[in-house]
């Protein structure tokens, strides 16, 4: 960003998210796709389509009130394409405009971006010993590169619809 004072991505408190229930009735939220080579994103292509869906939110006044409780959440649903999800009041003109619902568990790692893969596994296991399985997961990362080196966490939060 161009004023180093402006707050890229808000401080992230694992405690709200961490180990919560959630039930979504036509949470309102924005799309779009990037493509994906094996799950990774050609990071320009993925700075482009993030700013161009917050410009948009921005121009229409729908954000969310609090910037925490925005979500920025993505959806592989293959190895070459990437769906990326941006939470939003209402409808948001000349954008896609999608609702989710369901119920979603959601519980927060701390890691590398490449570990996903392996934080799946540990919420399947949690899951598990709940006696429930994801039938789809969303994964809503706290911080940007950047903020991660600032803060000095790298958060996310694996959303599983059950």
Known sequence: MSNENKECCPKFNPEKWDQKTHSWDNKPFIK???PTLFHIPFPPMLGKKIGKMCKLVEDSKKAEANSEDVL???RDPS???SEIYLSVTGPVPDADNVNISGTFIGKVFAGPYNAVSKFVKQMDEYLS???KKAKDYYVHYAYCPKCAKKYGDNYMILFAQI
Do not use: H, Y
Request: hydrophobic share 60%.
């Open 32 to 34: 779009e796709t990037v």
């Open 72 to 74: 920025l959440l993505f």
């Open 79 to 81: 190895a070459f394409k």
């Open 129 to 131: 010993a709940k006696g």
